[in-house]
């Protein structure tokens, strides 16, 4: 699916967001501190899972087209560990990037790979696991600016506005029937974007609407919601409540897109 970001901006912005974590890493007082946005791990666990998942994913480009993970990907990550010192844990994180960079630039963008978004609108590319990446390691930022006692920081606009679309296409587009009432959803970015996400006997899949103000809805939905595309982005991923954002209909809804788990 088309998108705005290139593949050469996608490596820039994994490698500004992973420095910007290091950096949270590095000025948190205690690495044994819970994370508010996954209240399961400490810092140190947050750090550890997203080293691993760098060179996890490094490892899954390298092996190409596969139609399951790479046996040598999944046991590496199992035997991970990263050192606690934290100097040796911001560079075991730095090495652990560039392995990612490293791979995703030796593949290009349209190199096939194994990825668990097998029926999404996101195809299985090493441009679409970079994709992910930024996503993924910008929310973990966010996560380590909260769980180091920092002030977290919103998300760059260019990486909000890009995680909106990435979301709905990569974790939540599938051709698997919504077990419910036909409905949609629309998203709507202070910035001046939007998107409609429809939910049906077909599946989920989403599309971008003409851009609007704060007039009436383009289109009849269920439920929409206005926010900036940081809170839309951090609002999707759990990272902040309704009361962050404006919600208009049925919020509800949202209650029933995150229970549902489409079988594949």
């Known amino acids: 699916m088309e998108h705005d970001l290139e593949f050469s901006g996608l490596l820039r912005l994994i490698d500004e967001r992973s420095a910007a974590f290091r950096a949270a890493v590095t000025a948190a007082p205690d690495l044994d501190a819970r994370v508010p946005g996954c209240p399961e791990w400490t810092l140190f666990d947050l750090a550890q899972h997203l080293g691993g998942g760098d060179r996890f994913w490094a490892a899954v480009v390298g092996a190409g087209p596969a139609g399951e ?12 560990t990263a050192p606690r010192e934290r100097e040796a844990l911001s560079d075991w994180l730095d090495e652990s990037t560039r392995a990612l960079l490293n791979a995703l630039r030796e593949a290009g963008s349209e190199r096939g790979c194994w990825t668990w978004w097998r029926a999404s ?36 606009r260019e990486v909000a506005l890009d995680g909106v679309d990435e979301f709905l296409s990569t974790c939540v587009a599938t051709p698997c029937a919504w077990p419910h009432r036909p409905t949609a959803f629309h998203f709507h970015a202070t910035e001046g974007r939007s998107w409609r996400l429809t939910v049906d006997s077909d599946g989920a899949r989403f599309r971008r609407l003409p851009a609007t103000d704060d007039g009436p809805e383009p289109e009849p939905a269920g439920v929409s919601v206005r926010a900036t595309a ?17 919600i208009d209909g049925d919020g509800g809804l949202f209650d029933l897109l995150r229970a549902w788990e489409p079988e594949e």
Do not use: C, I, K, N
């Open 121 to 156: 609108q996101s195809p299985q590319t090493s441009g679409s696991v970079a994709r992910h990446r930024v996503q993924e390691t910008a929310v973990h930022t966010y996560d380590a600016q909260a769980g180091s006692l920092a002030a977290p920081q919103p998300l760059p």
């Open 69 to 80: 993970p790479p046996a040598e990907a999944v046991a590496m990550r199992a035997a991970l």
């Open 230 to 246: 940081s809170e839309l982005v951090l609002f999707l991923y759990d990272r902040v409540t309704a009361d962050s954002v404006r």
